[in-house]
């Protein structure tokens, strides 16, 4: 069954279909990537154009994880800002992070073959509030020092900007076309891809087996690309908390100039035309809060909000959020995570097709013993990586305690659920999460995830299930659908007399 989280503009436009079968049985690779996102597909394209034999599992489909719900944004701007990635990094190796972000989009460019409206535009970083000037003049500045071709500028062409600097040389693409590019260029290139695969993960070092969908894969590397930790380094859950980040699409009276806009709010607000040959359709996102730790309805309402107030708007088209994971030092985590052969792009933030797409040449660099500048600064072992087992029993038992001081003591009536709605609360006696899906179906279901014992929390939303510990996620009736679970809620025992 096809399984995604979020029902993109993306996926509207092209409904996701399995084309890949199952794995079944036993089989034999060199390098097991796991996850269909842009950072697996173009990292299994890298290691098979060098010749590595190559298997890519997917647990549901491609393009039903984050890079599905994107908003195609393709810019090499640091998501912390220029000045803070120069206290970050020393000059040149910021200036490499950018170049790296650079070649991306160029790579991105010449995979797509004019196939997937992928425009070269200009963007803008700017601001509504006076007071920011000053803070957004050393940003300019810092910008132009690792090697970004910025200027400042007084007239933004968004509504309320005050000022900003225009960045050249950025760009903006349909994932939908472009995962289906991407796809065929791996195919091409003999990678085998495996759809609806659930790959389990190890607290082995040095795995060299793991099962995947109703077989398991031998293997001599093995890559997790699925946007969050997938590996037993316990330390990058940490390092790498989820959020989710909100998107919509709108028809607006006005032309719209394209570019690539974004804003110096915290979260930022970003907006950019919705393809090529329409200018009056825009793509708006921002409102980001910590995964299951955050008022849905009210974030969705507030960019809708943001947007009406900026945009003669005649039109919201389609709305939808997106998982994204957020590296606590501003950096990503592409590397070795444990053992000899595990490696993780993870922490990508919201800007995941230029570091994805970036991250395949490091991961095969790397595999390879090539010198690569940005290693050090980029790997996983920067917070301190402990032994899996260790942390895995003291975590696991912290996080449930933690769990059972914030279970909810109040008893909740199910029958007073209307359908989309659900919470978690006692119902004779015994702590349930129990909701009611769109249909009027009911379903009850223990309130503990299944990954490390964190309580979950009904998303009205997006009618799903999600952990605000690491951001796992499952669908109303309690199936993994996202995240490091690996298996589902588990039922209640107080099941409805109606089921």
Not at 301 to 312: G, I, P, S, Y
Not at 389 to 402: F, I, R, T, Y
């Amino acid at each position: 069954m096809t399984k995604a989280i979020h029902h993109s503009y993306w996926i509207k436009q092209h409904p996701l279909t399995s084309k890949f079968a199952s794995l079944s049985g036993t089989h034999s690779t060199e390098v097991l990537v796991v996850g269909g996102g842009i950072s697996g597909l173009t990292t299994a394209l890298e290691l098979a154009t060098r010749g590595r034999r190559v298997t890519l599992c997917e647990a549901s489909v491609i393009g039903a994880g984050t890079t599905g719900g994107t908003s195609g944004h393709l810019d090499a701007h640091p998501e912390m800002g220029p000045a803070r990635l120069l206290s970050r990094l020393k000059v040149d190796l910021a200036r490499e992070y950018v170049e790296m972000r650079k070649r991306a989009i160029g790579r991105i460019t010449k995979i797509a073959a004019d196939q997937c409206d992928v425009v070269a535009v200009p963007a803008f970083q700017y601001s509504e509030v006076a007071g920011d000037k000053r803070t957004l003049e050393e940003d300019c500045e810092a910008a132009k020092q690792i090697g970004l071709n910025a200027k400042w500028d007084e007239v933004i062409p968004v509504p309320r900007a005050k000022f900003g600097y225009r960045i050249e040389s950025m760009a903006r693409m349909d994932i939908s076309l472009y995962l289906k590019q991407l796809t065929q260029a791996a195919v091409q290139q003999g990678v085998q891809i495996f759809e609806n695969t659930l790959v389990s993960g190890s607290s082995e070092e040095n795995v060299r087996t793991l099962q995947a969908g109703d077989g398991e894969v031998h293997f001599e590397h093995v890559v997790g690309t699925v946007h969050c930790n997938f590996s037993p380094a316990l330390n990058i859950y940490a390092a790498t908390p989820a959020y989710q980040s909100y998107v919509l699409t709108a028809k607006i009276a006005a032309p719209f100039v394209d570019a690539l806009y974004w804003d110096s709010s915290d979260p930022y607000y970003y907006v950019r035309r919705v393809r090529s040959g329409d200018d009056r359709s825009i793509m708006v996102g921002g409102c980001d809060h910590r995964t299951g730790a955050g008022d849905e309805k009210e974030a969705a309402q507030k960019l809708e909000r943001w947007v009406r107030e900026r945009f003669n708007v005649t039109e919201i088209t389609s709305r939808w959020s997106a998982e994204l994971f957020e590296p606590t030092d501003g950096l990503p985590m592409i590397g070795k995570a444990y053992g000899d052969n595990m490696w993780v792009v993870t922490g990508l933030s919201g800007v995941g097709l230029t570091l994805g797409t970036a991250s395949a040449t490091l991961i095969a660099d790397m595999m390879a013993g090539i010198d690569v500048p940005l290693a050090e600064a980029l790997s996983p072992a920067r917070f301190g990586l402990s032994r899996p087992m260790h942390w895995l029993s003291e975590q696991a038992v912290s996080a449930m305690d933690v769990a059972e001081r914030i279970l909810p003591a109040s008893s909740i009536d199910p029958n007073s659920l209307r359908p989309g709605q659900g919470a978690v609360g006692k119902i004779e006696g015994e702590h349930v999460a129990v909701c009611r899906d769109r249909s009027g179906c009911e379903h009850r279901l223990s309130p503990i995830c299944t990954h490390m014992g964190g309580v979950v929390h009904w998303n009205e939303v997006e009618q799903t299930w999600d952990c605000p510990v690491h951001g796992g996620r499952f669908n109303a009736a309690g199936e993994r659908i996202y995240g490091p679970p690996q298996d589902d809620l588990k039922s209640s025992s107080k099941v409805s007399n109606a089921e």
